[in-house]
Structures are given as C-alpha cells and as structure tokens.
C-alpha cells in the first residue's frame, strides 16, 4: 500500500499557505511537473515520482528560510517605523515578502520631519552632558555658538545619515524576482555588506563614487556636442565647393 503524500495535495496546501506570492514560477513548474506524472505508469512514474518528491523538498526549504528571513525583517522594521506595524504585518501575513522588503526600503529611505531636529537636539544633550554646571533646557542656551567639535560631530551624523538614505534607495529600486547573477543585484549586495562590515568604508566609497561622477559631468560638459562639429565641417565643405569649381 502506498502511504506517500499526494504531490498535487502538497501543492495545493503550499499554494494555500502562500507559497505563490514567494516564489511562483518555481510553484507552477513544480505543478506541472505533478500533472505530467499523474499520467504516466510503471517505471517512468516511479522515476519521476521521486524527482518531483526531491523538488518538493528543495522547494520547502526555499520557503523555510524565506519565512525566518521575513520574520527577521518584519522584526527590525516594526521596530524602526511602529507606526507602520500594521501594514508591515499585514505584508507578512500574506506571504508578499518582496513587498515587505520593498515597503521596508521606501519606509527607511523617506525623509522624515523632524530629523534634523532630533538631531540637533541630540548634538545639544551631548553637548550638555559633557559641560557640568550647564542648563537642563535646550532653549536657556539656544542663541550660544556651537563650538567645533558640536559641528564636526553634527557634520559626522549628517554624512552618516546622508549615505545610509541614498543606500536605502538603491536598496528600494531593487528587480524583483532577479536571478543570482543580476549585476544590479550584486551590486546592491555588496554595498550591503559592506555596510554592515564597516559603515565607514562605505561612507568613503560614496564619496568617492560621488567624486567620480562629478568629474565625468564636468568633463562631458566641457566637451564640444559631436553633432555641432560635424556639422560645421559640413558647411565648409559646401563653402569650399564652389571655389574649386570656378577654379
């Protein structure tokens, strides 16, 4: 007696699950691959049989670790935007990890209001805590010239700031469904990690980036238009033609 699972009930109850909205391509060939046996008999069944049975364990882990991956995600991002828990959760319900990752991006990228606020209002309780004797009230001292070191840290935190949005753009315009080998991928993943193995190193690589783009604008704007120049070769050809002609 046979007592193996029904690979079209699997999938059924995958597709159930939300195993469409992570990876779908992969969840119809699989379905198709269950049809096709279903009409075969004797040994080509059993052979395909366990072939699909392989495939429908690859394809659960796959899911497995897309699941703890966008648990991770879900985590951290309610953490930082609370007021969007909600609809993050949702995302998560629903199995739309992609747009999870996608809300994510936008949510960490979008300016905030009161970002430079709180920032300056971080710069004055440091600055506080490092003077004894000084007011607890950000206003008694609001017209006192910050010293270097408050504006060297400030434009620290600022370029600090400024790096991690423009990655969390790049990030937000990742392709969807992109194969492992998507250059544009594996450049977001590089910087990436690098970010996260040494935030400085990135800082400077923007910058650096930033330079480099600045400098081939700047060249590609001193440079004469290459339609002009043939076209002004062109009038004094005509100019030149009649000359040679009365000569």
């Not at 315009?173 to 250059?183: M, T």
């Not at 330079?211 to 081939?216: G, I, Q, R, S, T």
Request: charged content about 25%.
């Amino acid at each position: 007696m046979n007592t193996a699972p029904d690979p079209a009930a699997t999938l059924a109850a995958l597709r159930a699950a939300g195993a469409a909205q992570i990876d779908p391509v992969r969840l119809r060939y699989l379905e198709a691959l269950a049809r096709r046996s279903a009409g075969l008999q004797g040994d080509s069944r059993t052979q395909l049989d366990a072939r699909l049975a392989q495939a429908l364990a690859d394809y659960r882990a796959q899911l497995d670790r897309a699941r703890r991956s966008a648990d991770t995600l879900l985590a951290d991002a309610c953490a930082r935007h609370p007021e969007a828990a909600d609809e993050l959760a949702a995302l998560h319900a629903s199995s739309q990890f992609a747009q999870l990752r996608q809300r994510t991006a936008r949510l960490d990228a979008s300016p905030r209001g009161t970002l430079l606020t709180d920032l300056v209002g971080h710069i004055d309780q440091r600055k506080r805590a490092d003077t004894p004797g000084a007011p607890a009230s950000p206003t008694d001292d609001a017209d006192a010239p910050a010293d270097s070191s408050s504006l060297a840290y400030f434009e620290k935190i600022w370029a600090e700031l400024k790096v991690e949005q423009q990655l969390a753009e790049a990030l937000a315009q990742a392709p969807e469904n992109a194969g492992p080998l998507n250059s544009h991928l594996l450049a977001l993943q590089s910087l990436k990690l690098m970010r996260d193995l040494s935030p400085g190193y990135l800082k400077r690589f923007v910058s650096y980036v930033d330079a480099l783009l600045w400098l081939d604008q700047a060249d590609n704007a001193g440079k004469p238009a290459p339609k002009s120049a043939a076209k002004g070769e062109k009038d004094k050809k005509r100019k030149a033609a009649p000359r040679g002609k009365k000569a």
